[in-house]
């Protein structure tokens, strides 16, 4: 089975910066796209960013310029790197993760709170 554990999460102030890593963690682990999705009390969960494996990425409109995805494969890592953070972006923050053959795993999510 493989784990993903989210870590970064936490409070910050208005226009500040954080990054967060997510590491999976397994018997014969392989990441293939992974990605980080948001869920804000009362909203849909929904995608931040994506990477595939060659390093390709996708931002959800509202982080364009702001958030910046990028992986380690070698540490079966993934970073989000914020900055010029909102209210807005105050969400419990979810990793994901393709994995080899066809699975997926989820993190458990660290909580983001971001303050005026």
């Known amino acids: 089975q493989v784990q993903l554990v989210e870590s970064g999460g936490g409070l910050v102030q208005a226009g500040g910066s954080l990054t967060l890593s997510c590491v999976a963690s397994?018997?014969?682990?392989?990441?293939?796209?992974m990605a980080w999705y948001r869920q804000a009390p009362g909203k849909q969960r929904e995608l931040v960013a994506a990477?595939?494996?060659?390093?390709?990425?996708n931002y959800a409109d509202p982080v364009k310029g702001r958030f910046t995805i990028s992986r380690d494969n070698a540490k079966n890592t993934v970073y989000l790197q914020m900055s010029s953070l909102k209210p807005e972006d105050t969400a419990v923050y979810y990793c994901y993760a393709d994995l080899w053959g066809g699975s997926h795993a989820w993190g458990q999510g660290t909580q983001v709170i971001v303050s005026s």
């Open positions: 397994g018997n014969s682990v392989r990441t293939n796209d």
């Open positions: 990477i595939t494996r060659g390093a390709r990425t």
